[in-house]
């Protein structure tokens, strides 16, 4: 049981250049979550999707699109990357709104 | 919108001691808490949650604390130890709804010295 795994750990990109994180659980959880974490500020949510199927925007959706591929599987996607998304993603999972987050070990993206 | 934040940026507990890290939100009709733990390098880690019916909850060697009154919540931890060394952030969900009504604090780092 390996909880939420993510890949890759790191990624160095440059300005324009696209890339996807992966994301996958294996705890059967309906709602999954990309956030972001940047210095002296809290997680900050870019996208969910509350159940197979769905995806919606979170607070700083601009610059990413998600794609909820199974149960399993939610990436999210970096068309043209840009400095200001330099930062660590961590992908989530949870069984419902009101039970804790499961959280991956996070994708550490620096944006030259 | 909702605003979360800690008292203390950085604590510094003697080994053995008890810990109280602090966070205060400003929504009031804030219904569900979380306190997880973040160590260096990894994903923020769940440690204990508590509704908002009620006023404290325990776990194994941490007790969270709500106050509603003064829009105030605290993570003890018991007898702290050096792996508990990381940094504590405290999730406030704003009102009925999913983790996209959910405001995360900055964190508290908490250095334990043996």
């Known amino acids: 049981n390996a909880g939420v795994t993510q890949t890759p750990k790191f990624q160095v990109l440059k300005t324009g250049q696209s890339m996807t994180l992966q994301c996958a659980q294996d705890?059967?959880?309906?709602?999954m979550y990309w956030y972001r974490q940047d210095p002296g500020m809290g997680l900050r949510l870019i996208y969910y999707?509350?159940?197979?199927?769905?995806?919606d925007k979170g607070e700083v959706p601009n610059g990413y699109n998600v794609s909820r591929l199974n149960k399993r599987e939610f990436s999210l996607r970096l068309e043209s990357a840009a400095p200001s998304q330099t930062s660590v993603y961590f992908c989530?999972?949870?069984?419902?709104?009101?039970?804790?987050?499961?959280f991956g070990n996070g994708t550490r993206l620096t944006v030259t | 919108g909702e605003s979360v934040g800690l008292h203390l940026p950085t604590l510094s507990v003697q080994e053995g001691d008890n810990s109280i890290i602090n966070c205060a939100y400003s929504?009031?009709?804030?219904?569900?808490f979380i306190w997880y733990k973040q160590e260096s390098g990894k994903g923020p880690q769940f440690i204990i949650d508590?509704?908002?019916?009620?006023d404290k909850r325990q776990g194994q060697r941490v007790t969270v604390l709500l106050n509603k009154t003064v829009k105030h919540l605290s993570l003890q931890i018991a007898a702290t130890q050096p792996g508990d060394s990381a940094v504590y952030f405290c999730?406030?969900?704003?009102?009925?709804?999913?983790?996209?009504?959910?405001?995360f604090g900055i964190g508290t780092k908490l250095q334990v010295i043996p």
């Open positions: 989530a999972s949870s069984e419902a709104g009101r039970s804790p987050l499961h």
């Open positions: 705890m059967n959880h309906n709602s």
């Open positions: 999707s509350a159940s197979e199927g769905t995806t």
């Open positions: 929504n009031s009709a804030s219904d569900y």
């Open positions: 508590i509704r908002s019916n009620m």
């Open positions: 999730a406030v969900r704003g009102n009925s709804g999913g983790y996209q009504k959910v405001t």
